[in-house]
């Protein structure tokens, strides 16, 4: 977290969650965003949310980064149990769930309280995702993530598998076991495992689309085309637009799902 000044005023609101949410947080008002980037390993997140983290900064915005296991008390558990391979499909989902509750009541609801842009690198949908493709039931994941806040924009980097398995070996000798489903046995061949994998999971993105608001991006582009649609849209939304005007940004926003949270409950 930066030591920089809150983003522009904005008035303070109740905080919206997917489901029960966190009750002794129930009267927590909050004054900044969350702005969430999705995207398959090798997708281009990170890079991206590097330059609009360093962009917001520059407009004079307190920006805090965060994403999937990086709490100090759960992370290196997670990657003790992958790295072993000991662990059912639900408690590594009950990790990750932890991991995330732990974030979210340390770091992002305090940061959003702040006033602070919370830029997240992944979050629930990635995991919901995989518990899907792995044959975990819908209704138990949305039940499991119900203390999740929700999101002000979500984006998803939409890459073809083909292009990310390039992508992947350009960073790395070797496909990761997990994101190349290998646990499932989809095939014998690693490289044919992983295409299958990823198409199965980005249709998991494509089925959520509607529901959690979506915004997807083509991400087979240079890093140049995508971060300027990607910050465009941001800039549009966080410089003095209210969150009633997304729509007319090509947004899906929180205020224009208002049936999410009784649609989740049904599921």
Known sequence: MRNLRQSRPTSDRQIEY??????YLDETR????????????????????????SKLEADGHAVLNT?????????????????NFVLGKRTISLFYAADFADQLENKIIPALRSGYIVLADRYIYTLMARDAVRGISI????????????????????????ELVHRVFQKKASLDYY????????????????LI??????????????????????GNRSIEEIGTELQKKIDDFVNFRSLDDTNELG???RKTLPGRKQELNQT
């Open 251 to 253: 947004l899906i926003g």
């Open 30 to 53: 909050i004054k900044g965003r969350l702005i969430v980037i999705e995207g398959p390993d090798a997708s281009g997140r990170s890079t991206q949310i590097i330059r609009i983290t």
């Open 197 to 218: 994998y990823q198409r199965l999971v980005a249709r998991e993105f494509r089925k959520m689309q509607k529901r959690y608001g979506l915004v997807f991006i083509n």
């Open 179 to 194: 994101e190349s489903g290998a646990d499932l046995g989809l095939s014998d061949n690693m490289f044919e495992s992983f």
């Open 67 to 83: 994403g999937l296991r990086r709490s100090e008390l759960i992370s290196q558990g997670i990657l003790e149990a992958k790295r």
């Open 18 to 23: 997917y489901g029960k949410g966190l009750p």
């Open 139 to 162: 209704r138990w994941s949305h039940n499991l993530f119900g203390f999740s806040i929700k999101p002000d924009l979500v984006f998803y980097l939409d890459v073809d598998p083909k």
